[in-house]
């Protein structure tokens, strides 16, 4: 068992430097954490702008008891779900141990933590003390997206990357999710995240996401701004603007982030056991008072939404939060990571449970607890109706979008009927 004590910095609002947070310790033993505990700053707490760094574990709703105290993860996680949501997942650590020449999984968590550099999601930075500088790193360019894909093919078969292409390090170590991606600026000094096609899929995912987002925006869900480019052979990538950030290089700000999973304050082995009204729940808790009516009924909809598209990576860290300063609470962030599952099944299933029949992908399951989310019957019904009556019309708008005649029928199983799913018009949809 080795410890590990790291230095947690704070970006503040609208500030452009970081600021001295806390000192986190870490219990390690070989590649895995065992354990954790963070100690605030007392300068950090003395500061009326501190961000509460995570609702659940780290709260600081009472300063004065968190004065000199080693806090420590709720439900006996062994990291801060905040921390979590900071680090690195399965594709920044497959870019750091490329980069390290490395096997798989077989760093301990501080050295990925630390691995990872300044331009990590959210507002936080973790570095090896409290005197240590920003480790920013090469910002990817948003012309160089070929070179990056040719580095995103060569780490998913575990070749070496060739000196050309190791600016992809930078960009791409930072990241969660699973797909391969990377933050890259454009010629205005905006940070776009680069999702990239995996060698692996069986359809355009860059272009079949893209769409399903515009979708989603369509429906009146709030997305993030999305781009596409060609980068040629019949090849796309898909830029999102980062909401986590604001302003441009040289001159960035940046918006705390954590994902459900920590709001819910969870392991992350417990996500399918959890549901839609747990988020809800977590809301009505840590969320702004002036948005939750808003954030209720967005969330519930998003839900309705992934139903009718078969989208079911929709776990909790799939679900994001930003912190909003003026409320000092939390509210949804933009929609992101939704994908149709194209599939033959004739009774669907999400990743988390939606109403009394658990994770049942049906619009009368999602009736049956729509009270959990503060809406009357008719307004769920509404609610539903209103993203029905877009994505029932999905074919034509991904038209519309651009998407390939071969692309659309590769996905066209996963988009639901009214009769499969008790929706608008089938004679089962209530409550």
């Not at 990925?112 to 409290?130: E, F, K, Q």
């Not at 360019?141 to 292409?165: C, N, Q, S, T």
């Not at 930072?174 to 990377?182: M, T």
């Not at 969320?287 to 598209?309: K, P, Q, S, Y």
Request: aromatic share 8%; hydrophobic share 45%.
């Amino acid at each position: 068992m080795s410890s590990s004590e790291l230095a947690v910095f704070a970006y503040l609002p609208g500030e452009a430097a970081a600021v001295p947070a806390g000192l986190l310790t870490l219990e390690e033993e070989g590649a895995v954490p065992q354990g954790a505990d963070f100690v605030y700053g007392l300068r950090y707490l003395d500061r009326p702008d501190a961000i509460e760094i995570d609702p659940v574990s780290l709260s600081l709703h009472d300063r004065e008891a968190a004065r000199g105290v080693r806090l420590h993860p709720v439900a006996g996680l062994a990291l801060f779900g905040a921390i979590r949501d900071a680090a690195p997942d399965a594709w920044g650590r497959r870019v750091i141990e490329a980069r390290r020449k490395v096997p798989l999984n077989s760093l301990p968590e501080s050295e990925y933590l630390l691995a990872a550099g300044s331009n990590r999601v959210g507002a936080l930075d973790v570095r090896a003390g409290l005197d240590a500088g920003e480790t920013a790193g090469e910002l990817g360019d948003v012309r160089k997206l070929d070179y990056f894909l040719e580095a995103v093919h060569r780490i998913e078969e575990g070749l070496p990357v060739p000196a050309r292409l190791e600016a992809f390090f930078d960009a791409g170590s930072a990241l969660g999710g699973a797909r391969p991606k990377a933050t890259v600026a454009d010629a205005d000094g905006k940070l776009w995240l680069a999702k990239f096609p995996s060698r692996g899929d069986g359809y355009d995912v860059p272009v079949v996401e893209a769409a399903t987002l515009k979708l989603a925006n369509a429906a009146g869900l709030t997305v993030p701004r999305i781009e596409m480019v060609d980068v040629g052979e019949g090849r796309h990538v898909m830029l999102i603007e980062r909401f986590d950030r604001a302003g441009v290089v040289g001159a960035l700000s940046r918006r705390h982030f954590i994902s459900a999973l920590t709001l819910v304050g969870c392991p992350e082995q417990d996500s399918p056991n959890r549901n839609y009204a747990d988020i809800a729940d977590a809301l009505r808790k840590f969320g702004a008072a002036r948005r939750l009516a808003a954030d209720l009924e967005e969330l519930f909809a998003r839900m309705v939404f992934n139903i009718l598209v078969s989208n079911d990576d929709d776990h909790l860290r799939n679900h994001g939060l930003l912190w909003e300063p003026d409320a000092r609470a939390w509210t949804l962030s933009p929609l992101y990571d939704v994908v149709p599952r194209p599939t033959q099944a004739k009774e669907r299933f999400l990743h988390l449970g939606i109403g009394p029949q658990g994770r049942l992908a049906t619009l009368s399951n999602a009736m049956g607890w729509a009270a959990r989310f503060g809406l009357t019957h008719d307004k769920a019904r509404a609610t539903i109706d209103r993203v029905w009556r877009v994505v029932r019309e999905w074919k034509n708008r991904f038209e519309e979008y651009g998407v390939p005649a071969a692309q659309i029928d590769k996905v066209g199983s996963a988009f639901r009927h009214a009769r499969e799913i008790g929706g608008p018009g089938s004679g089962t949809y209530s409550a």
